[in-house]
């Protein structure tokens, strides 16, 4: 278990201030935040690259403070990847077991094992200057696996690879974590990773903790409209909880009237959210069954996105609503169409308290 204990942590203008979580042994936990929010700084307090002002960082019981970095266990992949531009590839995957005095035979038994594994034999000799991102990343990956180290920390590793290749290294990620029972710690801005391969995750901003939780937790229900709007929530919508019942709550959202699952919520303003990928688009006078909250609205925006098409509707408040393209094509949508929106009860979730 990794423990950061009431940590303070000062780097020039920039402050870490109280922080505080757990990270059990095995997880794969996510620190996630807006740019400058103190993230790659707690990986590096984790590595032994600064040592706090205030507080303990705890491996186990032990103040990890009294452990030198180079005995810490811990492998760190930076988001360039940092490796060693005076030397092959061979021989930067080999450097932290040679680091770590390992004997010739084992030092080539695992190179030779990281090399295939990672499909980079043939980049053996290559110096590390010419390798394409992907290859970069590999390279990166390997050397920091080749020390067998018990915790893997990973500066947002996927962010300079295209899409096919973002999706290779999630599942390469999910069969290393899972193969070896590692504990992996990496930062990320993307919500897709962190659905993917995440147990738990903490939210940062301004150096301050935001929210910790599983990830299923912090998503069905973040702490605050920012956390919301960071973590991907298209829709978050203001309104005033009208009449709480057992089981399901009737939220008035400037006219539009959402039936959201809630237990022990009491009448009065409330903020919810709805992932656009659960607001469903239908022509109008459209109104599925299955759905508990059905709206007609006018088609404001429409974006494409790849195969992706985002559609802004007026429906009281506005909805964001997310689909493949080809429906979009299908239904002939263009600015100005009247539509029914739709999505199910348990779509809404409350932010907050």
């Not at 988001?79 to 092959?88: A, C, E, I, K, W």
């Not at 029914?340 to 009860?345: A, E």
């Amino acid at each position: 278990m990794i423990a950061f204990d009431h940590v303070d942590l000062a780097l020039g203008g920039f402050s870490l201030t109280d922080i505080s979580f757990t990270i059990e042994t095995g997880e794969y936990f996510f620190i996630i935040g807006p740019s400058g929010a103190g993230k790659t700084i707690i990986l590096e307090a984790l590595a032994g690259l600064h040592v706090p002002d205030r507080g303990r960082i705890l491996l186990g019981a032990k103040d990890m403070s009294l452990i030198p970095p180079e005995l810490r266990g811990v492998g760190l992949v930076y988001q360039d990847y940092s490796l060693f531009p005076h030397m092959t590839v061979e021989k930067n995957i080999a450097f932290g077991l040679k680091m770590h005095r390992r004997p010739p035979p084992e030092v080539k038994r695992t190179v030779d094992g990281l090399l295939a594994r990672f499909g980079i034999e043939h980049l053996r000799d290559r110096a590390t200057l010419t390798l394409s991102g992907g290859e970069m990343q590999r390279v990166a990956l390997a050397r920091a696996l080749a020390i067998s180290p018990d915790v893997l920390l990973l500066d947002e590793p996927l962010s300079a690879l295209d899409p096919g290749a973002k999706e290779h290294f999630i599942h390469v990620l999910r069969d290393i974590h899972q193969e070896n029972g590692l504990t992996i710690i990496q930062v990320s801005h993307d919500r897709h990773e962190i659905l993917s391969l995440g147990t738990s995750m903490a939210v940062i901003m301004d150096g301050c903790l935001q929210q910790k939780g599983s990830v299923r937790e912090v998503f069905a229900a973040p702490v605050s409209r920012r956390v919301a709007e960071f973590i991907g929530y298209e829709n978050v919508i203001d309104g005033v909880l009208t009449a709480p019942r057992a089981g399901e709550c009737l939220v008035d959202a400037g006219g539009m009237h959402l039936h959201a699952p809630c237990t022990g919520r009491r009448a009065g303003p409330v903020t919810v959210c709805i992932s656009a990928d659960e607001v469903f688009v239908h022509p109008r006078g459209v109104f599925p069954a299955d759905h508990e909250n059905t709206h007609p609205g006018i088609v404001t925006s429409l974006t494409q996105a790849g195969y992706l098409t985002r559609a802004r509707i007026d429906a009281g408040p506005t909805v964001v609503a997310v689909m493949i393209r080809e429906t979009a094509e299908a239904m002939a949508l263009k600015v100005g169409s009247p539509v029914t929106v739709s999505f199910r009860k348990n779509a809404v979730r409350f932010v907050g308290q």
